[in-house]
Structure formats: structure tokens, C-alpha cells
């Protein structure tokens, strides 16, 4: 089965990885003139010359990043089967269709405005109570395209920086941690859901998960399950799919945005899960059996953003796991992640500790069950 991959960065690499041992093939697609997947058939189309060369080596389409035009995936779809399908890229690329569809199946959000002009913004900040997170609608990752207001008298400024057509206006979340739900929906509707993770974010950019939770009640779990369940089959859903939550004091959930792919909070999964994501999303769209999603051990993921560290050193550390995604190093980028396993939370924290004194400019990790 040779799979074709829209976007080709360090996803798709780690796909194509999870993939060969099933005899699986990679052709990436990318539009961008920076592929960085160093792996596979990659096709550079910058110019939307090389689509039906593309399309012509391929069983069957996936995506690695969901920022693509509609169109290119709905005309993909009329030639080669596509999962998750052109509806699910069309909701998840833009945060006003995800909350409309939120709303419908029942799923609690942050209070929220939708505003198309400054004077809009400025009224809806009013209205909300700061502080408040305006956000891009389409187009965002890593915290880009947002802004924080603390006053309405911020808001004109905050507009001209974030410079976009439509701007969603969230309630500031008050949040005891973000949590993250991942699940995979089979061809035949089977579903599979991962223990949640808590996500330690820094300026917007995810820094540490860590996944199964000590603290966790299992009817949250059970509610974040109905959740995701609910959008997998409202979307006839077939992939992995990422739910990203606030979790608040009384221990409810508010759903902060989804992404219609594999995910960094899932990256513990790779050496901590009996089935990693990566392998769960492609065994989906083959119409394969879905693997055990259990947790083997507690996990954390620490990414490493901007600078690399010793690689040695990191090695050195027992239990770790070093996947690094061949870029050069860049102020803000993600360069690798390294999956720490441990009996326990206590032991875990102490190796989390240790990893990230060896990386240069990480933040202290801080978890809400300390
Ligand atoms: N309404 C909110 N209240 C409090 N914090 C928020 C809110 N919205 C976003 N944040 C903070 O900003 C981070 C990034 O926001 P969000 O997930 O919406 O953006 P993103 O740029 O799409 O991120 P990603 O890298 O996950 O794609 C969140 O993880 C959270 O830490
Ligand atoms: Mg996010």
C-alpha cells in the first residue's frame, strides 16, 4: 500500500515510520518549498504542477497538517480515497465551524464571539469580560495569530497585529490544567480511545505531556470519551483525531479546539502505549484492526524546540527515548521530542527533571498533580 501524504514535516515522518514495518509506502506532498520529513517519496509542488503524478502513485490519501485548501482535497477526493475526509479538514481549519459544531453535539466551550471588524472586537470584549484570547480563525498554530486582552482599550491594537479577516473572541479559562483526548475511528466505525495526557504549554507552544494521569476520576475520562466519540461520528470519522481541553476546578471540561490528524500531545504514545498513534492512524485508513491503546507505563513527552542539547546525554538518562526530526536548529522550532517512562509519577518527574536541565532554554516542567 503506497499512502500519499499531504505535508510533509515531522509527522509524516513519524507516520512513515510507523509504517514500514507494515510494508507500508510514504509520497508526501508538499506545498510549502520546506519539506522536512527526510524520509519516503517526497514531491515538492509549490507551483500545483506535480498533484496528478502524485495522485497517480498512491492507494490512498491521509493528511499531516490540516491548513490546505478545501478544494485541493475535495478534487483528491474524486480520484483516490481520502481519510480523515475533505468535511473533517473543513470544520478542524477553521475555529468558527469547530465551535458551531461543538455546540451542536452538546460539548461545553469557553464563552465566545465571532467579529469581523475592530469596533466588533472591541464590543465583544466588553461584553465577554476580560481577560480575554483573540484568535485568527483559520490559518493558527502554536499560539500565532493570538492575543491576549486585558482591557478593551487593547482591542484596535490587538486587531492590526493579528491582521485577519474573522477573529474568534474567547473567555480567558481560569484552568486548574489543559488536558488532551485522542481517539481513532476505524473504516468500519470501531473506535479507540488513549488514557488523556496534561499539556504544559509555553507561549502558546506545547512543552510536556504526560499521559496516563495519576489524578484522573474516570467519569472524566468517560466524558472526554463521549466527547470525541460524539465528533468522530458526527464526521464519520476515520483516522486520529485530537481533542485539546481545559480541565477546570470542579474537575469539568471546556473543548478548546480539535485537530483532525496525530498530534504532539499523542507523542508519548510511541514508546509509552502498546499501539502508538502513528500506528493506530494508519492501520484505520487500511480498514485494519485497531491496536490496544493502553498505557505500558506513566509518560512524558518533552519536546525540544529551538535548540538541540547532547543528544548522548539525553541517551544517558534511563528509559528515554530520543526522536529527533533531522531540521536545523531555529528559535521557536521543534526539533525532537523525548519520550521518559518510569514505574511511577514520582520516579517519572525526577527523570523529567533531569531531561530538561539538558535542554537549553526549557521551561521548568510543572504539572498539576505535584
Ligand atoms: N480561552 C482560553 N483561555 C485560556 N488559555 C487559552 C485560551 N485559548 C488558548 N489558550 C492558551 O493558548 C494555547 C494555544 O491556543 P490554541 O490551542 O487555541 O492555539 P493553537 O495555536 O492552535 O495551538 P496548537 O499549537 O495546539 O495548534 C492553549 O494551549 C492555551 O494554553
Ligand atoms: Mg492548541
Given at each position: 500500500?503506497?499512502?500519499?501524504?499531504?505535508?510533509?514535516?515531522?509527522?509524516?515522518?513519524?507516520?512513515?515510520?510507523a509504517?514500514?514495518?507494515?510494508?507500508?509506502?510514504?509520497?508526501?506532498?508538499?506545498?510549502?518549498?520546506?519539506?522536512?520529513?527526510?524520509?519516503?517519496?517526497?514531491?515538492?509542488?509549490t507551483?500545483?504542477?506535480?498533484?496528478?503524478?502524485?495522485?497517480?502513485?498512491?492507494d490512498?490519501?491521509?493528511?499531516?497538517?490540516?491548513?490546505?485548501?478545501?478544494?485541493?482535497?475535495?478534487?483528491?477526493?474524486?480520484?483516490?480515497?481520502?481519510?480523515?475526509s475533505?468535511?473533517?479538514?473543513?470544520?478542524?481549519?477553521?475555529?468558527?465551524?469547530?465551535?458551531?459544531?461543538?455546540?451542536?453535539l452538546g460539548i461545553?466551550?469557553?464563552?465566545?464571539?465571532?467579529?469581523?471588524?475592530?469596533?466588533?472586537?472591541?464590543?465583544?470584549?466588553r461584553?465577554?469580560?476580560?481577560?480575554?484570547?483573540?484568535?485568527?480563525?483559520?490559518?493558527?498554530?502554536?499560539?500565532?495569530?493570538?492575543a491576549?486582552?486585558?482591557?478593551?482599550?487593547?482591542a484596535?491594537?490587538?486587531?492590526?497585529?493579528?491582521?485577519?479577516?474573522?477573529?474568534?473572541?474567547?473567555?480567558?479559562?481560569?484552568?486548574?490544567?489543559?488536558?488532551?483526548?485522542?481517539?481513532?475511528?476505524?473504516?468500519?466505525?470501531?473506535?479507540?480511545?488513549?488514557?488523556?495526557?496534561?499539556?504544559?504549554?509555553?507561549?502558546?507552544?506545547?512543552?510536556?505531556?504526560?499521559?496516563?494521569?495519576?489524578?484522573?476520576?474516570e467519569?472524566?475520562?468517560q466524558?472526554?470519551?463521549?466527547?470525541?466519540?460524539?465528533?468522530?461520528?458526527?464526521?464519520?470519522?476515520?483516522?486520529?483525531?485530537?481533542?485539546?481541553?481545559?480541565?477546570?476546578?470542579?474537575?469539568?471540561?471546556?473543548?478548546?479546539?480539535?485537530?483532525?490528524?496525530?498530534?504532539?500531545?499523542?507523542?508519548?504514545?510511541?514508546?509509552?502505549?502498546?499501539?502508538?498513534?502513528f500506528?493506530?492512524?494508519?492501520?484505520?485508513?487500511?480498514?485494519?484492526?485497531?491496536?490496544?491503546?493502553?498505557?505500558?507505563?506513566?509518560?512524558?513527552?518533552?519536546?525540544?524546540?529551538?535548540?538541540?542539547?547532547?543528544?548522548?546525554?539525553?541517551?544517558?538518562?534511563?528509559?528515554?527515548?530520543?526522536?529527533?526530526?533531522?531540521?536545523?536548529?531555529?528559535?521557536g522550532?521543534?526539533?525532537?521530542?523525548?519520550?521518559?517512562?518510569?514505574?511511577t509519577?514520582?520516579?517519572?518527574?525526577e527523570?523529567?527533571?533531569?531531561?530538561?536541565?539538558?535542554?537549553?532554554?526549557?521551561?521548568?516542567?510543572?504539572?498539576?498533580?505535584?
Amino acid at each position: 500500500m503506497n499512502i500519499g501524504v499531504l505535508g510533509a514535516g515531522q509527522l509524516g515522518r513519524m507516520l512513515a515510520l510507523a509504517g514500514y514495518p507494515l510494508a507500508n509506502r510514504f509520497t508526501f506532498l508538499d506545498t510549502t518549498g520546506h519539506p522536512s520529513a527526510g524520509i519516503g517519496d517526497v514531491m515538492i509542488d509549490t507551483d500545483r504542477k506535480h498533484l496528478e503524478a502524485f495522485l497517480e502513485k498512491v492507494d490512498l490519501v491521509t493528511y499531516e497538517f490540516e491548513h490546505l485548501p478545501v478544494s485541493l482535497v475535495q478534487a483528491i477526493e474524486e480520484v483516490k480515497p481520502v481519510y480523515p475526509s475533505s468535511e473533517a479538514i473543513r470544520v478542524c481549519q477553521n475555529r468558527a465551524e469547530e465551535k458551531a459544531l461543538f455546540d451542536r453535539l452538546g460539548i461545553p466551550t469557553p464563552a465566545y464571539r465571532l467579529v469581523a471588524h475592530a469596533d466588533e472586537l472591541e464590543a465583544a470584549v466588553r461584553e465577554l469580560g476580560c481577560p480575554v484570547v483573540a484568535k485568527s480563525v483559520t490559518e493558527g498554530y502554536d499560539g500565532k495569530g493570538q492575543a491576549v486582552i486585558r482591557d478593551p482599550a487593547e482591542a484596535a491594537e490587538a486587531w492590526r497585529a493579528i491582521n485577519h479577516p474573522q477573529l474568534i473572541v474567547e473567555a480567558f479559562v481560569d484552568f486548574e490544567r489543559e488536558v488532551s483526548i485522542i481517539a481513532v475511528r476505524g473504516r468500519d466505525g470501531e473506535v479507540a480511545f488513549y488514557p488523556m495526557a496534561e499539556n504544559q504549554h509555553v507561549d502558546g507552544i506545547l512543552r510536556y505531556s504526560i499521559a496516563p494521569l495519576p489524578d484522573l476520576a474516570e467519569s472524566v475520562q468517560q466524558t472526554a470519551d463521549g466527547y470525541i466519540r460524539a465528533l468522530l461520528d458526527e464526521l464519520d470519522y476515520v483516522g486520529v483525531l485530537t481533542l485539546e481541553l481545559f480541565q477546570c476546578a470542579d474537575g469539568s471540561l471546556l473543548a478548546n479546539e480539535m485537530a483532525p490528524r496525530v498530534h504532539n500531545s499523542g507523542h508519548w504514545s510511541i514508546d509509552g502505549a502498546v499501539t502508538s498513534q502513528f500506528e493506530n492512524h494508519l492501520r484505520a485508513i487500511q480498514g485494519l484492526p485497531l491496536g490496544d491503546t493502553t498505557a505500558r507505563m506513566p509518560t512524558c513527552m518533552v519536546n525540544v524546540i529551538g535548540r538541540e542539547g547532547e543528544p548522548a546525554a539525553i541517551l544517558a538518562l534511563p528509559d528515554a527515548h530520543l526522536h529527533r526530526y533531522d531540521k536545523s536548529e531555529r528559535a521557536g522550532r521543534k526539533l525532537a521530542h523525548v519520550n521518559l517512562l518510569a514505574p511511577t509519577h514520582e520516579a517519572l518527574l525526577e527523570r523529567v527533571r533531569a531531561c530538561a536541565a539538558l535542554l537549553p532554554d526549557a521551561p521548568a516542567p510543572r504539572f498539576s498533580f505535584e
